[in-house]
């Protein structure tokens, strides 16, 4: 049966002009209801007669569709209510394991308790710009800014494909005010010379390990999900990435690479595998894929402690070799293949870290170097890098 056509009963209260309406929403047992709603217009004393407001009256029930054949009830879902029902079991499922927790602890954290509460169809420009000024105002960094803009956005974008919204995504042309936005903190790049003090004292697993990030520039979950099969034809082959236990793909195609291992990490490799043919490299007593950041706090952090050296995370080690690279004045395109970036902009930007002109000749001798100290070759000018063999 088709539904009468409501022009909304306009009236006054204390100074304001409302219009009242009935509209049908998804009720806390997931069943259509029909509820009366009222919605502020305009001030009395901007607007003197009824009349003169009816055209805001229709502009409001226009935009909410309440006479609208195409309007869908579970709009009227709260922001968070969505989230809890379709977001997170449909869309962040389908994610990486790696990045849903990301996504959990933003929205939690931040998102929830400034705009949950929200109707998903009253939600407008106005109350995503709103947000990110929340945000900021919180002095959160710089990425997690965006990461939560992000986020809102893919909310309303999984909205309008489940059809539970018929308009345009109100999170894209939302604006972060960039000019309070926290400056991120500066990442660090290990340097050469620490390497080599790191690999002269570290031990066992830990020398393999330190060597793998040191000279492949491999991202965390790609070493802890190395094989020694990986290790073949003079190269890593990266085919798989982990998260805690759980094996995955690579973060990216451009990730399934290989990546040439130079003859002082073979050494370490050779001696770290000790007759073992297959597996896992780096293994836990239960044959799981080692947890790195618990290994290195518990065995590489205290001895970089006693060197006096700052511990910066494994991706400092991603970051160095890059740097490394790049001051020895390997092609940037080179630097990028072995960083295994889909944009170059990505390596120079991110990864590249300022070196001191005074360590700018000393990185001359990067190849000879690495050699001579593991003695890996009599003859040093044979000992190929994948410097030598890229460019």
Not at 51 to 74: A, F, T
Not at 142 to 151: D, L, P, Q
Not at 171 to 183: A, C, D, M, Q, T
Request: charged letters at 30%; hydrophobic letters at 35%; a positive charge.
């Amino acid at each position: 049966m088709k539904t009468r056509r409501q022009e909304g009963h306009i009236f006054k209260d204390a100074g304001y002009w409302y219009v009242r309406f009935y509209q049908d929403e998804i009720g806390e047992s997931g069943q259509i209801v029909r509820r009366q709603r009222a919605k502020k217009l305009a001030r009395v004393s901007e607007y003197r007669s009824k009349k003169s407001v009816e055209p805001l009256r229709d502009e409001m029930l226009e935009r909410l569709q309440v006479n609208s054949p195409h309007y869908n009830p579970e709009s009227t879902m709260t922001i968070a209510g969505f989230v809890k029902e379709h977001f997170f079991p449909h869309h962040v499922s389908q994610l990486k394991p790696s990045v849903r927790p990301s996504y959990e602890c933003n929205w939690k954290k931040h998102l929830e308790p400034v705009c949950g509460q929200i109707r998903l169809r009253d939600f407008r420009t106005s109350d995503g710009e709103r947000v990110m000024r929340e945000l900021v105002r919180r002095n959160l960094g710089r990425n997690t800014v965006r990461h939560c803009k992000s986020i809102l956005s893919g909310i309303f974008s999984e909205a309008i494909r489940l059809g539970v919204l018929d308009t345009g995504n109100p999170v894209r042309e939302v604006r972060i005010p960039s000019s309070k936005l926290r400056p991120p903190e500066e990442t660090g790049a290990y340097s050469l010379e620490e390497i080599t003090r790191m690999l002269r004292n570290l031990i066992g697993p830990a020398r393999a390990i330190i060597a793998v990030f040191a000279y492949t520039g491999l991202r965390k979950g790609e070493v802890a999900a190395l094989r020694w099969e990986s290790w073949r034809d003079g190269a890593l082959w990266v085919e798989q990435s982990a998260w805690r236990t759980q094996l995955t793909d690579p973060k990216s195609v451009k990730s399934k690479s290989p990546v040439p291992v130079i003859a002082p990490l073979a050494a370490i490799l050779s001696e770290h595998l000790n007759g073992r043919a297959e597996g896992l490299m780096f293994r836990s007593s239960r044959g799981t894929p080692l947890n790195l950041d618990n290994f290195a706090k518990r065995t590489i952090r205290p001895l970089l402690e006693k060197l006096g050296i700052g511990w910066h995370g494994f991706h400092a080690f991603r970051r160095g070799l890059a740097t490394n690279l790049n001051e020895m004045g390997v092609d940037p395109k080179v630097v990028q293949a072995i960083m295994r970036h889909a944009d170059f902009q990505t390596t120079m930007n991110h990864y590249v870290k300022a070196v001191p002109e005074s360590a700018r000749k000393a990185m001359e001798g990067l190849e000879r170097l690495i050699c001579s100290q593991y003695a890996v070759e009599k003859d040093l000018d044979r000992c190929e890098t994948p410097v030598t063999r890229l460019n």
